[in-house]
């Protein structure tokens, strides 16, 4: 018997490796808006959130990071989004889910015009039953919210049932929000005592088929 009947996956340092096309595309609005460019450690807090929160986050106004947000899709349509790959053994593990019977949902903060296209660019659209992703306005901006919204359109009515994979703070705070289980991915941009700040209990994964046995087994 499985343990879970949904699985909802972040998509960047959860399912693919982004953060090069992700931060050349953050350089470009510092470039651009003639700002000095943060350090790298700083610049490696924009893989998760929303590019909005994280410009606000570095001093921002409220218009300069709107401006910012459109700067940084124009540079990421043009070549940040081509700079994505699935993690090692990600496809097997999602191909053995769907086998399984386990309905396979994508919650991400990430544009949703944008996500849509980069689950399709790496293959797996054939194998996910929704994407949600976030939205231009402050509608669905969260991840809670991106999470509630999706297991909404999957049709979940027990949430005991699924489980929230992702590999940020930002992922576990999600499903710490909206009452989900918690498994964290290490392999991503994330640090496991982030992680566990909001989800004492969460499983830790060091590979995607790691997963596997994580959604499968009822211990």
């Given at each position: 018997m499985r343990k879970y009947d949904i699985a909802l996956f972040d998509l960047d340092g959860t399912l693919s490796e982004s953060g090069e096309g992700i931060l050349d595309s953050v350089r470009k609005i510092f470039e651009e808006t003639g700002r000095p460019l943060p350090d790298e450690k700083t610049l490696g807090t924009f893989i998760g959130p929303p590019m909005y929160d994280s410009l606000r986050r570095c001093g921002f106004s409220h218009d300069e990071a709107e401006d910012g947000v459109t700067i940084y899709k124009r540079n990421f349509l043009a070549s940040g989004i081509y700079k994505n790959k699935l993690y090692p053994g990600m496809m097997e593990l999602l191909a053995a889910l769907k086998e399984n019977g386990v309905t396979l949902g994508v919650a991400t903060t990430k544009y949703y015009p944008f996500a849509e296209r980069i689950i399709g660019m790496l293959g797996t659209d054939r194998l996910f039953d929704f994407v949600g992703g976030a939205t231009a306005d402050t509608e669905r901006r969260t991840?809670?919210?991106?999470?509630?919204?999706?297991?909404?359109?999957?049709?979940?009515?027990?949430?005991?049932?699924?489980?929230?994979?992702?590999?940020?703070?930002?992922?576990?705070?999600?499903?710490?929000?909206?009452?989900?289980?918690?498994?964290?991915?290490?392999?991503?941009?994330?640090?496991?005592?982030?992680m566990e700040k909001f989800c004492p209990d969460a499983k830790f994964v060091e590979s995607a088929p790691e997963i596997y046995g994580l959604i499968l087994c009822s211990e």
């Open positions: 991840k809670a919210k991106v999470i509630d919204y999706t297991l909404e359109n999957l049709g979940c009515t027990d949430k005991s049932r699924a489980v929230m994979i992702g590999d940020t703070k930002y992922d576990a705070e999600g499903a710490a929000l909206t009452g989900l289980d918690f498994i964290g991915c290490l392999y991503g941009y994330g640090t496991r005592a982030e």
